[in-house]
Nanobody, 118 residues
């Protein structure tokens, strides 16, 4: 499956952004889609994940209460709504996909930059 991420941008502290990840080719409902982020000089970390045919999403601790991941099966797109953004949320955000019977993500989007100013 090919993934195309979009929706990043520059916002002030407390602002909101919605990231999108459109999937093309391959199955959609039985794959787990995840959002990850990577700040400069740091490793890529998990943000949230969802299995579109089931849900609900799972979240990293820092994302709970502020981020909401969802899926639109008809559009083959997953979203990450990010509210109350903080400067520490600044990172490149990546969407990934994996078969639901493995733990390894085998498809990645190109990444979208999110910058939160203080």
């Amino acid at each position: 499956v090919q993934l195309q991420a979009s929706g990043g941008g520059f916002v002030q502290t407390g602002g909101s952004l919605r990231l999108s990840c459109a999937a093309s080719g391959g199955p959609f409902n039985n794959r787990i889609f995840g959002w990850f982020r990577q700040a400069p000089g740091q490793e890529r970390v998990f943000v949230a994940a969802i299995l579109p045919s089931r849900g609900p999403p799972s979240y990293a601790t820092f994302a709970k209460g502020r981020f909401t991941m969802s899926a639109d099966n008809a559009k083959r797109t997953v979203y990450l709504q990010m509210n109350n953004l903080k400067p520490e949320d600044t990172a490149v955000y990546y969407c990934g996909a994996r078969p639901n019977w493995t733990n390894e993500y085998d498809s990645w989007g190109q990444g979208t930059q999110v910058t939160v100013s203080s």
